[in-house]
């Protein structure tokens, strides 16, 4: 992986850190590992950059595991949240208390 693929997958892994959640097109981390697909070392590599990514910007507990979702076009990585990320809301949840404000 050359440097400014090394620096984009970073970058995305950062948006991950603050975000919960990230998709990186196929075909971009196809181009950043000059692979398609990808091998299991790719994964490690991945999982190593997030470690040195979370601990940098730090962060006072271990990084937390991240989720890999593998979808058609993308590949979307969700990591496990944190004490101090916002609770997540079922949309579910959401949509019933509009149909009973509607009702």
């Keep these: 992986m ?6 984009q997958l970073r970058n995305a892994l950062s948006a991950l850190r603050t975000d919960i959640a990230v998709a990186i097109p196929w075909q971009t981390l196809n181009s950043w590992f000059v692979a398609a697909p990808l091998d299991l070392q790719h994964y490690s590599q991945i999982n190593r950059h997030w470690a040195q990514v979370w601990n940098q910007a730090g962060e006072n507990c271990p990084a ?3 989720y890999l979702y593998h979808g058609v076009e993308k590949l979307t990585l969700v990591r496990e949240t944190t004490p101090d990320d916002p609770p997540a ?3 579910h949840d959401l949509a019933s208390v509009v149909s009973e404000i509607d009702g």
């Design 89 to 91: 809301i079922a949309l």
């Design 2 to 7: 050359n440097e400014h693929h090394l620096n």
């Design 64 to 66: 937390p595991a991240v």
